[in-house]
Nanobody, 125 residues
């Protein structure tokens, strides 16, 4: 069983940077595609970035392109989300999850599993 744990959230100001981490207490998840999602108050959960096991050519939602970078370190069984130039709109709870292996290209939250508990990111002016 893979139990994901997100960490690294906190308070930041506009323009600051934060790095989130997604790790596992269970067996390694190096062979899985991993998604980063976020959910702001009153809004639906949205995909932020998706990275395959190889780490090559990750997907980013348009609103974070050029600011966020996703990377994975198999030796540490960890996936990172580096967030630069934060904006107020980045305030949300951030989650990581594993894509169902049968959903090859999906970015929909319902096709991901083993969700972590989330980590809060709050950006203020």
């Amino acid at each position: 069983q893979v139990q994901l744990i997100e960490s690294g959230g906190g308070l930041a100001h506009v323009g600051d940077s934060l790095t989130l981490s997604c790790s596992s207490t269970g067996r390694p998840f190096t062979s899985y595609t991993v998604g980063w999602f976020r959910q702001a108050p009153g809004k639906e959960r949205e995909v932020v970035a998706v990275v395959s096991w190889s780490g090559i050519d990750p997907y980013y939602v348009d609103s974070v392109k050029g600011r966020f970078t996703v990377a994975r370190d198999h030796s540490k069984n960890t996936v990172y989300l580096r967030m630069n130039n934060l904006t107020l709109e980045d305030t949300a709870v951030y989650y990581c999850a594993l894509r169902n292996p049968n959903k090859f290209t999906s970015r929909a939250p319902e096709d991901f599993q083993n969700w972590g508990q989330g980590t809060q990111v709050t950006v203020s002016s």
